[in-house]
């Protein structure tokens, strides 16, 4: 045995001592490539037991980072490639053996498979998925990647059963992932040194602050990464408590979290984040049935004396701030109110421009893929001022209304399958929050606000078809993934049938009543 000990470790050695060689020689050259796919694929497979155990996780984990994989051509984020892993080990477990415990909603994945169709032949009919990643002068792949992503995730969330006893840590992950978004703006603020951490952190919301101190915009200091991590400690605040929760004695405290955080995120500078969030409010208080209770008229007492002390400062706010309330009829920085306003009228020219197309597309939508060189000259036309500001934003599809994405991209078939499916979810999640599980009863009320408020944002303000899909079926698969658990008959009591004891007459144990059928 002694023998056979060492005759192991000297294998085990062997093995390890050139392996680690060779990985130092690799990470020696942080340009090479290769290295890193063989880094990675390493990496992998030390962690395969723990992937096929509980791959399920993953989804939930990263849905809302603001992560990608810088080693794949086009960087895809990283719930993308978590989703898909985990529908592909379910289709390998499933092919293995036989598997009860998978969840199926057929009112829900039928439009998501109708949709799925759609944007397949729409793709297929409109000169396939190229993509600039793969050396294609065709581009927009991408787009249909995401929008394909956001169905399969879907069935990943959906496919597991969350346990009762573990809602409050998935609905901690799944929303609070959203911090991870403030890691672009703190690499951008250390410098170039750290520039390194955007392989793994996405550097899209950062932007906004870069194009700031670049000189373009109206200097205003624009924390995008920040804006979107504190939206995410509201939703998990809301998810957790609740209004009524929130507004009680005992979680004061939990109210004064959600103001602060609350105004952090106004220091995006963007509109938007102030209309979702008091959009989400409005149908909270509206599903927990608050109304017609006393703390409806106290919170509206306690805005407007809020409002009277605030608004008088509101010019010796952050820029970003005072950007974000630039719609509200009070006096602001008139730098940024003439900023705020520019890219106001930006999008009204542009629905005016792109309004007369939708006809044409509605039989057989556009789709996404346009071609390098048209973009390329079509931006230094702008910057020459022979073209409008917004052509570029026309000719990559990004026209900044759910609607006119939806219609213009995919016809009216992309149209009739999104709302057949938020009709669907709303149904489900409706039904949930009222005969759902009573611990579930919060998170359930708050998903619902969470749709209907996305929902209607997503129709009347602001809305990017290829971007917002997998947002709204992260809410209705979390959902699923929710409420399924708690039905486990493993987690919670099966209601009682009408039964009575077996009569003393006969031996029978009194562990073993007769059920009896109804009249």
């Known amino acids: 045995m002694r023998n056979f000990a060492a005759l192991r470790m000297l294998v085990i050695f062997s093995i390890t001592v050139p392996l680690a060689i060779y990985i130092g020689y690799l990470l020696s050259n ?14 992998g497979l030390l962690v395969s037991p723990l992937l096929l155990k509980d791959h399920y996780v993953l989804p939930f984990i990263f849905w809302n980072a603001t992560m990608n994989f810088w080693f794949l ?11 898909v892993l985990s529908v592909g080990l379910l289709f390998l477990s499933g092919s293995l053996h036989r598997r009860n415990d998978l969840i199926s909603v057929p009112s829900i994945a039928a439009p998501l498979i109708f949709l799925f169709v759609v944007v397949a032949l729409t793709a297929g009919m409109r000169g396939g998925f190229g993509s600039e990643a793969f050396g294609s002068e065709q581009i927009g ?45 703190l690499i951008l603020a250390m410098g170039p040194s750290f520039y390194f951490l955007y392989s793994f952190v996405s550097p899209d919301v950062a932007t906004y602050q870069a194009e700031s101190e670049t000189g373009f915009g109206a200097q205003i200091v624009r924390l995008a990464g920040v804006s979107v991590a504190c939206c995410g400690v509201c939703h998990y605040l809301l998810a957790r408590y609740g209004i009524r929760g929130m507004l009680s004695f005992r979680r ?58 605030f608004l008088p400062f509101l010019d010796k706010m952050p820029l970003s701030i005072q950007r974000s309330l630039s719609f509200l009829p009070i006096q602001i920085d008139p730098a940024t109110q003439l900023d705020a306003e520019a890219t106001r009228d930006w999008r009204l020219d542009m629905w005016k421009t792109v309004l007369p197309d939708v006809p044409k597309y509605l039989l057989l939508g556009k789709g996404f893929l346009f071609n390098e060189t048209d973009m390329r000259l079509t931006v230094e036309a702008q910057k020459r001022g022979y073209a ?46 009222e005969r759902g599980h009573p611990a579930l009863r ?5 998903l619902l606000s969470m749709f209907c408020s996305s929902l209607l944002f997503f129709l009347t303000i602001y809305g ?56």
């Open 30 to 43: 942080p340009f090479n490539m290769r290295g890193d796919g063989i880094i990675i694929a390493l990496v």
């Open 252 to 309: 004061w405290w939990a109210a004064l979290l959600f103001f602060t955080f609350f105004t952090l995120a106004l220091l995006g500078g963007f509109r938007t984040t102030f209309v979702t969030l008091t959009l989400l409010i409005a149908f909270q208080f509206i599903f927990e049935k608050l109304l017609r209770t006393p703390l409806f008229p106290a919170t509206l007492l306690a805005l407007v004396l809020f409002a009277a002390c």
């Open 464 to 519: 990017q078809f290829n971007l917002d899909l997998f947002w709204f079926t992260g809410i209705i698969g979390f959902s699923i993934a929710l409420n399924r658990g708690a039905e486990n008959p493993k987690l919670s009591p099966q209601p009682a049938r009408n039964r009575v004891e077996a009569p003393p007459t006969e031996t029978r144990p009194a562990s073993a009543p007769i059920a009896v059928q109804p009249a």
């Open 141 to 185: 792949g991408k787009n249909y990647l995401v929008l394909f992503g956001a169905v399969v995730g879907f069935f990943a969330l959906s496919s597991h059963q969350i346990p009762l006893a573990r809602a409050k840590w998935y609905v901690a992950v799944f929303f609070l992932a959203s911090l991870t978004a403030a890691l672009s703006d």
């Open 442 to 446: 919060t998170v359930n009320t708050f």
């Open 73 to 83: 051509p086009g960087s895809p984020p990283f719930w993308l490639l978590a989703s």
């Open 388 to 433: 409008s500001n917004y052509q570029s934003s026309i000719i990559n599809g990004q026209y900044h209304s759910g609607p006119l994405t939806t219609l213009i991209s995919f016809g009216i078939w992309g149209a009739i399958g999104f709302l057949w499916f938020s009709w669907a979810s709303i149904r489900y999640l409706y039904r949930k929050k």
